[in-house]
C-alpha cells in the first residue's frame, strides 16, 4: 500500500508565503511523477503543477512564477513553495503520485491540506 502524507497548510495574508510538503510511503519501486492539484469552494479539482521523474514540470498559468514544486528523491518527498499568494488561491491543496509499487501501477492520492489567504 501506497501513502501520501502532507503537511504545511494554513492560514496566511495575502502577499505571504507558504510551503507544503508530501512524503509517499509504501513499498514503492518507483516515482513516475508526483505533482499538486487543489480545488475551492464550490469548483472543480485543477491541476497546480506536476513533476515528472525525468524533472519535467509544468504549471498552471494561474500559479507561474509564483510557485515552484521541487522534490527530495532520497525521502520520497515533494514541495511545493507559494509565494505572492493571493485570495483566489485559497483551496484544498492535494498531493497526487503517480508510482509503480508493489501492486502495479498506481495513482494515490493525500488527504489534502487546507491553504487559506486572508485579503
Known amino acids: 500500500q501506497v501513502q501520501l502524507v502532507e503537511s504545511g497548510g494554513g492560514l496566511v495574508q495575502a502577499g505571504g508565503s507558504l510551503r507544503l510538503s508530501c512524503a509517499a510511503s509504501?513499498?514503492?519501486?518507483?516515482?513516475?511523477?508526483m505533482g499538486w492539484y487543489r480545488q475551492a469552494p464550490g469548483k472543480q479539482r485543477e491541476l497546480v503543477t506536476a513533476?515528472?521523474?525525468?524533472?519535467?514540470?509544468n504549471y498552471a498559468d494561474s500559479v507561474k512564477g509564483r510557485f515552484t514544486i521541487s522534490r527530495d528523491n532520497a525521502k520520497n518527498t515533494v514541495y511545493l513553495q507559494m509565494n505572492s499568494l493571493k485570495p483566489e488561491d485559497t483551496a484544498v491543496y492535494y498531493c497526487?503520485?503517480?508510482?509503480?509499487?508493489?501492486?502495479?501501477?498506481?495513482?494515490?492520492w493525500g488527504q489534502g491540506t487546507l491553504v487559506t489567504v486572508s485579503s
Open positions: 509504501g513499498t514503492i519501486f518507483s516515482i513516475l511523477a
Open positions: 513533476l515528472t521523474s525525468g524533472g519535467s514540470t
Open positions: 497526487n503520485a503517480r508510482v509503480v509499487s508493489g501492486l502495479g501501477y498506481l495513482e494515490v
